[in-house]
């Protein structure tokens, strides 16, 4: 890489850079401080055994939660793992039945398949063109044996946030427990699980300026009152929900993050919404250009395009040494299937393939938006201009029509 290419990261969805004020709280926990939580007869054990109690006030604090109600996991993934599988194993006497969203991070979908494997039944539950699940649907879905409904906070795609107190009402109101993936959501936007009606709730220190490799999951203590089994079995840790040694330097740091997250975040969503609507507004001067998700209720800090006639990585390549974006989700990106996400809402094969994902974060400059927008703006041209496609629209053919060879 020459020295004078810059670097531009606008892929907060898929991670964050860590925050130094951090980075500066951890480090005393991977020399000095190096105790054993679960170390209870000498000091190294209470001293880590503090700054974990701490964490877990800090992060409690963060979704209204009581500190007792917050269990560490190594991420999202694995609290996601123990909260469904952990229900679904818990409350079997009641029932069989899990309600979820097709637009659900592939940590809950493929969690949901490998419990209908085990002969537990799954409602995916479809969206609207926005992104918008039908609280009506969702109602009737409800039956006699369903135990939990698991239905992200917001989507990582599109930003689109579900109306999580009306869901937790019909749950309530039905007797069923709500989980909700909340990883884009933490320390980003206000949360609180009390008033919200949530019983179960996820989130990761890597994706609000933390640590990789801790999550959070709260288990709601009192009305209801609920347990889950646990899926990794040793020592009895995190009351019995979550065996292993803890990751103390993990632990302080995703407390910390939450912390500056509260302080910083209705400032910092302010921000990014004036600089994600300025990217639109730029991009929408192109022609053929759509943004997908409901533009109404979403994440202040994230947006997602579809240039029509433009095959998204083909996009991304003609700027991906300068400027980090993403076509899809960051944890499918292997596979160049479209996202499954935007198909959801209904977009073709075409548009869904043409579409870039920018995420905003704490460190993203109005310098760095400008460039981004100018650089991504020049790419569409280029690839429009060396497109036959877009020849055919620019003539008026109607490309639905065109029968095209198989070779």
């Avoid at 759509?290 to 533009?295: A, M, P, R, Y």
Wanted: aromatic residues 6%; negative net charge; contains cysteine.
């Amino acid at each position: 890489m020459s020295a004078n290419k810059r670097l531009i990261y606008l892929d907060n969805n898929a991670t964050t850079a860590m925050d130094p004020r951090v980075l500066e709280a951890m480090l005393p926990y991977f020399t000095n401080k190096f105790g054993n939580a679960a170390s209870r007869n000498h000091p190294f054990g209470w001293v880590a055994e503090e700054a974990v109690d701490y964490a877990r006030e800090q992060v409690a604090k963060l979704i209204g939660a009581d500190e007792r109600e917050i269990i560490f996991t190594s991420g999202s993934t694995e609290a996601i793992n123990l909260a469904i599988k952990g229900v679904a194993d818990m409350y079997h006497s009641k029932g069989n039945h899990i309600i979820t969203v097709t637009t659900e991070h592939k940590a809950v979908l493929d969690t949901c398949h490998a419990l209908e494997k085990k002969g537990i039944e799954v409602t995916y539950l479809p969206v609207d063109e926005k992104g918008n699940i039908d609280l009506k649907e969702l109602e009737a879905t409800i039956r006699p044996t369903t135990v939990l409904v698991a239905i992200m906070y917001a989507n990582n795609e599109t930003g689109t946030i579900h109306p999580m107190k009306e869901i937790g009402e019909i749950c309530n109101r039905k007797g069923v427990l709500l989980f909700s993936d909340a990883t884009q959501v933490a320390g980003k936007i206000p949360v609180n699980v009390k008033e919200s009606g949530i019983h179960l709730l996820c989130f990761t220190g890597h994706k609000m300026y933390g640590p990789k490799g801790v999550g959070v999951l709260y288990v709601s203590r009192k009305n209801p009152r609920v347990k889950v089994t646990a899926q990794m079995d040793g020592g009895g840790h995190e009351r019995g929900m979550r065996s292993g040694t803890l990751n103390v330097p993990g632990i302080v740091g995703i407390g910390k993050a939450a912390e500056i997250a509260m302080k910083d975040m209705e400032e910092e969503a302010k921000r990014l919404s004036t600089l994600r609507d300025k990217v639109e507004n730029a991009f929408l001067q192109l022609e053929e250009v759509v943004v997908n998700g409901d533009t109404e209720q979403r994440m202040p800090h994230v947006t997602n395009i579809s240039f029509k006639h433009v095959e998204g990585e083909g996009l991304m390549m003609t700027f991906n040494q300068e400027i980090a974006v993403s076509s899809g989700s960051a944890c499918t990106s292997a596979s160049l299937e479209p996202s499954y996400v935007l198909k959801a809402l209904g977009l073709g094969d075409d548009l869904a393939h043409s579409s870039l994902r920018l995420s905003l974060g704490r460190f993203t400059t109005d310098e760095e938006v400008d460039y981004a927008v100018e650089k991504i703006s020049k790419g569409v041209e280029h690839m429009r201009s060396i497109s036959p496609i877009w020849e055919m629209y620019k003539e008026g053919i109607d490309l639905k029509s065109v029968k095209w060879s198989e070779h």
